[in-house]
């Protein structure tokens, strides 16, 4: 059965460590990530973006399929299914799929706007029992064409969205999406220090969690990051381990073509850095 995260991310905001947020694309994806969390007993944010939603069927589709998975392989680790950087209307379409979990991005809208709709939705998300991550400040990244420094969020406006009652807390500190450039800055500690102070027990969110050095991953989880989303570097895990096994000709070889096995190097390679992620987050163990 599907949680929502306000548990998980509220003992791992208390036991100083963050659960990881992966990002899945397909059954295998969902299948190696569900049974990495399981082997190393670690809660799980499993984490939809519009387009792999869309991919995957639409969101009705994820939800039966992670729904009947965690069934099927016995998980017994609390695991939420969550809306990566949702749209007002894709959070509804999420919460009648049965997704246990929504990001409500509404960073474009004018303040205003954005706190009324996310309001809202945290009316709707409590009376279903979801949980809901809002963003402030906007995460900068390689489809917006941004290099360099990400954004910093302002801290008060940080406190402002924390006090409308979200369960956790995205901010900018100067993480992106995706790749980081040579020329990257490094996160904000002086920024996520100042958000903590004003945001108290809310567990904070790191985006971007692709390519952030081990030792700043440390430091932003104890300056209470509880939540950390990766997604580019399980990609990036699974295209090198496919195209290994191509490039050996090892498709080429009796059976290799099966799809089964052809991408078992790829499932292998995410369970790899999922677990390497879950041990560097501390959570192996907490479930
Ligand atoms: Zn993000």
Redesign the pocket.
Known sequence: MLVNAKEMLTKAKAGKYAVGQFNINNLEWTKAILETAQELRSPVIL?V?AGAGKYMCGFKTVAAMVDAMVDSLAITVPVALHL??GTYEDCYKCIDAGFSSI?F?GSHYPIEENIAKTKELIDVCAQKGLSLEA?VGS?G?EEDGVVGMGECADPNECKMIADLGVTML?AGIGNI?GKYPENWAGLSFETLDAIQQKTGDMPL?L??GTGIPADMIRKAISLGVAKI?V?TECQIAFAEAVRKYIEEGKDLQGKGFDPRKLLAPGSQAIKDTVKEKMELFGSVGKA
């Open positions: 984490g973006s990566d950087h990001m991005d963003e995460i990244g995205a999406h969110v985006h971007g989303n997604n």
